[in-house]
């Protein structure tokens, strides 16, 4: 479990690192695909986690 834990600490700091790059601008093209992924990765968890908070309060936004 800590070994898989490790990978994905290392993947996320990974992304974050080419998302910092890319928005320097002078990343080459596989390192903005990277932080492509990275940020709608983080889209998506941002987006499941208020699912889940408006599940959890009922609903009634």
Known sequence: ??????????????????????????APRWARGVAKATLLGGELARGASRNARSRQSGGDD
Not at 5 to 25: D, E, H, N, P
């Open 1 to 26: 479990m800590l070994v898989i834990l490790s990978v994905v600490l290392l993947l996320l700091i990974g992304g974050c690192v080419c998302v910092f790059w890319a928005a320097r601008g002078d």
